[in-house]
């Protein structure tokens, strides 16, 4: 512990976020210092090409292209690292800690790739590393989990974790209009990265799953052991469906522990949620998760998910945290010991599934289908047929009662063989796992 009357606070990265962070760190700044009882002095700044135009101004002085400058400056006391990637990111941050400093992060995919290289590092040379910013920008989640929620094991997480997925799903739902049609608009107001690929196809969400599992449970699981399914097969009649039953299409990050046997389940995918949820109707590009503590019960967070502003909110948290730390010793509770909890197998994995199909519109059909979901136990609980857009076809629409996740993949795996089966069946699940 130190008794520092002025901190030095280098930002490495002046992109969305570091722009947002120094912008909202100058104005309110007076109301910090006065708080904090200390100067907070905004040393430097690291960027790729100093003759970028950017929205805040910075005296040339404080700039460098070097980020390795600032994260090993022995003036510097708090290193932001708010590059992205997992390359020069992980070298500032290793840098940094290895110094014993403190360095506050929005990185998810770093935090998801390196996280135990990291803590261990920050344990072994007495850094810290903070990391709000990475899990629902703006929504404290991370601190709710380590200290809020401290007295509490987590049966039940899950959450709508990336805004562009739930801002085309609103948009579908609303409109009316096609997944690609909402796609193109979100990448023309900026909503949707120019490769969509990691939001709508679920990997996002799965680094942000990893998170928020490791600080649930102690756990890293690795994006390859999870079940990871985008949003890029929906249709209207996904969303017409849920609609007209009482739900809303979501792409939800599950996270699920057993107390009896340890093992821990880390999923993504596109779910009927009911409407009577608060996250069915998180809407836009709006983040909710729901977490249910066996002691609290349900809590439920919703707010921006990323974005300049909701993201500087979270890593300034960070910062004024790491002052308090800095000079005070109030050390933030450590995260929790780090285990290798088992993965829940797949037979064990249970639930209500939705499929949609096209299908030749020809009699004998329907009486195939639903043998081939017999014969891996899979019991249908309704049928629904609608015209489909392939010439002579119609589509089929079938919700299950419970089955298990390995039956009702043998079951796609059946369908896909069967002749009068056209095109791929898409399936999601129905989220009675929610209670
Ligand atoms: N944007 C969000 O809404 C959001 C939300 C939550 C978390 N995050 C996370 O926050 C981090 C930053 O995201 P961002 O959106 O702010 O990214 P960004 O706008 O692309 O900014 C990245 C910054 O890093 C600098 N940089 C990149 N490569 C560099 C290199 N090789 N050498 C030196 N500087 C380099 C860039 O310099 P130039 O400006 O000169 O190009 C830029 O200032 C990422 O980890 C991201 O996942 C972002």
């Keep these: ?213 490791y600080l649930a449970h102690g756990t890293w699981v690795p994006v390859e052991k999870m079940l990871v399914e985008g949003i890029t097969q929906l249709t209207q009649a996904d969303l017409q469906f849920a609609r007209d039953n009482g739900y809303a299409v979501k792409l939800l990050a599950v996270i699920t522990r057993d107390f009896d046997t340890g093992e821990v389940f880390v999923r993504v995918h596109p779910t009927l949620v009911p409407l009577t949820k608060v996250l069915a109707n998180v809407n836009e590009v709006y983040n909710g998760i729901s977490v249910t503590g066996d002691v609290v019960g349900e809590t439920v967070y919703i707010g921006r998910g990323a974005g300049q502003d909701p993201t500087a909110s979270a890593v300034i948290s960070d910062i004024v945290d790491a002052i308090i730390l800095l000079n005070r010793g109030n050390t933030p509770l450590p995260e929790p010991v780090e285990t290798r909890a088992p993965l829940t197998p797949l037979e064990k994995i249970h639930g209500s599934y939705y499929l949609r199909m096209d299908v030749k519109d020809e009699p004998g059909v329907l009486a195939k289908i639903a043998s081939a979901l017999a014969s891996h136990g899979v019991s249908i609980a309704s049928v629904l047929q609608r015209p489909s857009d392939r010439p002579a076809a119609a589509t089929l629409i079938l919700t299950t009662h419970s089955s298990h996740e390995k039956a009702i993949r043998a079951t796609l795996a059946h369908l896909r063989k069967l002749s009068s089966v056209l095109g791929d069946p898409l399936l999601l699940r129905i989220a009675d796992f929610a209670g």
């Design 1 to 213: 512990m130190s008794n520092l009357s002025t901190i030095n606070i280098g930002i490495c990265g002046l992109g969305t976020v570091g722009q947002g962070v120094w912008k909202h760190l100058e104005r309110s700044r007076a109301d910090l210092e006065s708080r904090l009882g200390v100067t907070l002095n905004l040393a430097r700044a690291s960027v790729r090409d100093p003759k970028k135009k950017r929205a805040v101004r910075i005296p040339a002085a404080k700039l460098t292209t070097d980020p390795l400058v600032i994260a090993t400056d022995p003036s510097i006391h708090i290193v932001c690292e708010l590059i992205g990637g997992t390359t020069l990111a992980r070298e500032v941050t290793l840098a940094a800690l290895k110094l014993g400093k403190t360095v506050v992060s929005a990185n998810k995919a770093l935090l998801c790739k390196h996280g135990p290289e990291l803590f261990a590092a920050a344990r072994k040379h007495g850094g810290h590393f903070f990391f709000e910013a990475s899990v629902a920008g703006g929504i404290p989640i991370i601190k709710s989990l380590r200290e809020g929620l401290v007295a509490n094991r987590f049966k039940l997480i899950y959450g709508i974790l990336n805004g562009t997925c739930n801002y085309i799903l609103t948009r579908m739902d609303r409109e009316g209009l096609s997944y690609p049609a909402i796609l193109a608009e979100a990448k023309a107001l900026g909503y949707a990265e120019a490769d969509e690929s990691l939001d709508v196809e679920g990997w996002d969400t799965a680094h942000k799953a990893s998170i928020l599992a």
